[in-house]
């Protein structure tokens, strides 16, 4: 473990973005504390620029752009790793379930997860959403509903390579019941790919909801970046700085995060770990 820290923190581009990202939670956590300002109030003129009472400007109903963001910071990481979660929660059981058992378990489970795979995952998750109604519980789990292939089929990978070592036979030859051996055998040792692939399956699921928000099926009572830039993507010659902040928001975020998923993958990665 702690040479994986050493690699981690070696990245530089990691510990920039694991900064940025701390940065970003802070602001989501403290910005609404110490910013008394309600993201829906109207409390200026139309798109008013940046500056005076409203540093970031006004939207065009005269909300206020910076209170926008930071409580929109809130919903969105929240949303993002709600939805990550969820999507790992499918994939690892359908990967872990396809991998160790083998067969026709395997054949069923990867016919569903080829299925799941040609379907493009933005239009299936517009027409759930549309169909069950925008909201933040239908967002996170139509998220994780159209997301989760590809842990599935990395968990997969991974069970079938460790099912056959020497720790997992003596497992199976103590008497240990399949799910035990799953989920408390193999599993701990499947983590570290699982990990990378989790840390940067949450900037995946921002850019799902901003955009599914963008276009009008996010929920219409919560603030959130994607819903601030959906709502003034009209108005962007006339109010540019309703839609550039929280863009620039979202993009620091899932960079930040991409950065962070590089340094892990140098962290867990054995081949780098050895040298």
């Known amino acids: ?49 940046p500056g005076g009472e409203q540093p970031l400007g006004t939207d065009y109903l005269g909300r206020d752009v910076l209170a926008g963001l930071l409580y929109g910071a809130r919903t969105t990481l929240e949303m993002g790793v709600a939805a990550t979660l969820c999507t790992v929660f499918i994939g690892v059981t359908i990967g872990a379930l396809a991998g160790f058992h083998g067969g026709w378990v395997d054949n069923l489970l990867m016919r569903i997860t080829e299925f799941f795979q040609v379907l493009p995952p933005i239009l299936l998750a517009m027409v759930l959403v549309a169909v069950i109604g925008p909201s933040i519980l239908t967002i996170v789990l139509v998220i994780g509903a159209v997301s989760w292939t590809p842990i599935a089929r990395l968990t997969r990978a991974e069970f079938m390579k460790i099912k056959e070592r020497e720790f997992v036979m003596a497992a199976r030859a103590v008497g240990a019941r399949s799910l035990r051996i799953m989920f408390r055998v193999i599993l701990p040792n499947a983590l570290p790919p699982l990990i990378v692939s989790g840390a940067l399956t949450i900037g995946v699921a921002i850019l799902f909801e901003s955009g599914l928000s963008f276009i009008g099926l996010g929920d219409p009572d919560v603030m959130s970046w994607g819903y601030m830039i959906g709502n003034s993507r009209d108005r962007i010659f006339d109010s540019w700085w309703a839609v550039m902040f929280p863009g620039l928001a979202i993009f620091l975020t899932v960079f930040a995060i991409s950065l962070i998923g590089d340094g892990l993958n140098d962290a867990f990665n054995p081949k780098l770990r050895n040298r």
Do not use: E
């Open 1 to 49: 473990m702690n040479t994986g820290w050493k690699l981690f923190l070696a990245n530089r581009g990691a510990v920039a973005g694991a900064l940025v990202l701390v940065l970003i939670v802070l602001s989501a956590m403290l910005g609404p504390v110490l910013y008394h300002v309600a993201p829906f109030d109207m409390v200026g003129a139309p798109m008013t620029g």
